[in-house]
C-alpha cells in the first residue's frame, strides 16, 4: 500500500468511534442510522455517523482492513486524476457515506424499527473505485487470490441476490449503491478511465 495518511487516519477514527459506541450504548444510540430520527428529529448526523460504527470486531475488521488495502491506491490515484490532498480523498469517502445510505433511508424514513450501521458503503466505492482503475489486480477472497473484475461480477450478483430476498440483516442495497458511486464518481472526475478500463480488461496482465 502506497503512503496512505489519509486511509490510516479514517480507520483509526472509525475503530475508536466504534470501540466507544460499544462500550457506551448512548453512543451507539446517537450515531446509528435510525430514519425516523432523521426525518422527523432533523439528527442530519446520523446519515454520516452510522458509517463510523459497527455492529462487533468481525463487522469492523472486515470493513477496516479492506479500506486499508485498497483506501491507499484511491488517495493516490484520486490525486492523479486531479483531487486536492488529502481533502479529495476525504470528500469522496464522507460523500460515499451519505449516497450509499440515502436509498435505504428514504425507504424505511418512516420505519421505527429499522436500523444500518458500518462503513461498508463507503468502503465498497472505494473498492470499486479500485477495480475500475485495476481491474485484474488480485484481490484475497478467503484467501484465495481472485481477479478484481470477477470478485466485482460476483458481489453485485450476490448483492442484488441477497437485497431481493431479505433475510438476513446485512444492508445490501449500501453496497451496492456504494459500488455504483465508486463508479460514477471515478469516472466524472475523469472520462477517460472508461477507455482505461476497458483496454485493460483486454490485457489480462495476472495470467502472467
Known amino acids: 500500500m502506497p503512503n496512505a495518511p489519509v486511509t490510516l487516519t479514517l480507520i483509526a477514527i472509525t475503530c475508536a468511534v466504534s470501540f466507544f459506541a460499544w462500550k457506551t450504548p448512548r453512543l451507539m444510540e446517537r450515531l446509528i442510522l435510525w430514519p425516523p430520527a432523521v426525518s422527523r428529529g432533523h439528527e442530519y448526523w446520523r446519515l454520516l455517523g452510522y458509517g463510523f460504527i459497527h455492529a462487533d470486531g468481525q463487522h469492523l475488521l472486515f470493513n477496516m482492513i479492506t479500506l486499508y488495502f485498497f483506501g491507499g491506491a484511491m488517495e493516490h490515484y484520486l490525486?492523479?486524476?486531479?483531487?486536492?490532498w488529502p481533502w479529495g480523498f476525504v470528500g469522496f469517502y464522507l460523500s460515499a457515506l451519505l449516497v450509499a445510505i440515502l436509498p435505504s433511508f428514504l425507504r424505511h424514513r418512516s420505519d421505527a424499527g429499522?436500523?444500518?450501521?458500518?462503513?461498508s458503503g463507503a468502503v465498497s466505492a472505494?473498492?470499486?473505485?479500485?477495480?475500475?482503475?485495476?481491474?485484474?489486480?488480485?484481490?484475497?477472497?478467503?484467501?484465495?487470490?481472485?481477479?478484481?473484475?470477477?470478485?466485482?461480477?460476483?458481489?453485485?450478483?450476490?448483492?442484488?441476490?441477497?437485497?431481493?430476498?431479505?433475510?438476513?440483516n446485512v444492508n445490501h442495497s449500501a453496497h451496492l449503491w456504494g459500488a455504483g458511486y465508486g463508479v460514477l464518481f471515478t469516472i466524472l472526475l475523469q472520462p477517460r478511465i472508461v477507455e482505461h478500463f476497458f483496454a485493460e480488461l483486454l490485457n489480462p496482465g495476472w495470467f502472467g
Open 114 to 119: 429499522y436500523r444500518s450501521l458500518g462503513a
Open 79 to 84: 490525486s492523479q486524476l486531479g483531487l486536492p
Open 126 to 168: 472505494v473498492l470499486f473505485a479500485f477495480i475500475l482503475i485495476q481491474p485484474w489486480s488480485l484481490i484475497l477472497v478467503f484467501v484465495v487470490p481472485v481477479p478484481a473484475i470477477v470478485y466485482a461480477v460476483a458481489y453485485v450478483g450476490y448483492s442484488v441476490w441477497m437485497e431481493k430476498r431479505g433475510r438476513d
